[in-house]
Nanobody, 122 residues
Framework: QVQLVESGGGLVQAGGSLRLSCAAS????????MGWFRQAPTKVREFVAS????????NYADSAKGRFTISRDNAKKTVYLQMNSLKPEDTAIYYC???????????????WGQGTQVTVSS
């Protein structure tokens, strides 16, 4: 069992940066791939980034490439999403997720956090 709690969301101007954190409980965090997804109002949840259990392999949505960086600290049981050059279209609730296989598909993840709101003003 893994419980996930996101933090770090907020209001930022376009061009600004935020770093999201996702703290996990449970002894098996280091065995899970982790992902970040987001959902804007009236839109379906979409993949943002993922990282394998070791941190050695990452994957990004095209919208995130070059601007966002996913990383993890297994000793701290935390995964991060550094978001730079934020745009108004990045406004959404951001969710972290844990799964044995990870990837870009939400059904691959078994555990989800409650989400953190990111709002980017123009």
């Amino acid at each position: 069992q893994v419980q996930l709690v996101e933090s770090g969301g907020g209001l930022v101007q376009a061009g600004g940066s935020l770093r999201l954190s996702c703290a996990a409980s449970g002894r098996t965090f280091s065995t899970y791939a982790m992902g970040w997804f987001r959902q804007a109002p009236t839109k379906v949840r979409e993949f943002v980034a993922s990282i394998d259990w070791s941190g050695g392999f990452t994957n990004y949505a095209d919208s995130a490439k070059g601007r966002f960086t996913i990383s993890r600290d297994n000793a701290k049981k935390t995964v991060y999403l550094q978001m730079n050059s934020l745009k108004p279209e990045d406004t959404a609730i951001y969710y972290c997720a844990a799964g044995k296989f990870g990837g870009a598909v939400s059904i691959s993840y078994d555990y989800w956090g409650q989400g953190t709101q990111v709002t980017v003003s123009s």
